[in-house]
């Protein structure tokens, strides 16, 4: 079973975290932490969430983070949720087991 999934709310937290690094030029690690627990969630059934995860461990390493840097790492990211967004809707394996166990019970509740 094929699911629609979208992109649009990573892109939309990219561009409001964008926007926010053109007034800093320092981020603290608690902040680019919550940011990308944010996108970690919009990109969850996406391979791009690997690019994500290294980020991560750098925020319990590190207590800050350049807004250049910040800057790159969102130009990647976005980079490649591009060429999700032109590939179209994501496979997401069980789903489909799940709605015939769905139809499965409500065969045997009639």
């Not at 926007?19 to 608690?30: D, H």
């Amino acid at each position: 079973m094929t699911e629609r999934t979208t992109t649009g709310p990573a892109l939309e937290r990219i561009h409001v975290w964008r926007t926010r690094l053109t007034e800093q030029t320092v981020v603290s690690a608690s902040e680019v932490q919550d940011r990308l627990f944010d996108l970690y969630g919009d990109l969850q059934p996406f391979p791009q969430l690997e690019l994500i995860k290294p980020w991560l461990s750098l925020t319990i390493q590190r207590e800050m983070f350049s807004a250049g840097e910040l800057e790159a790492f969102l130009d990647e990211l976005h980079h490649e949720i591009d060429d999700v967004d032109v590939a179209g809707p994501v496979e997401r394996p069980g789903n489909a087991e799940r709605a015939d166990d769905v139809r499965e019970i409500d065969a045997g509740s009639a």
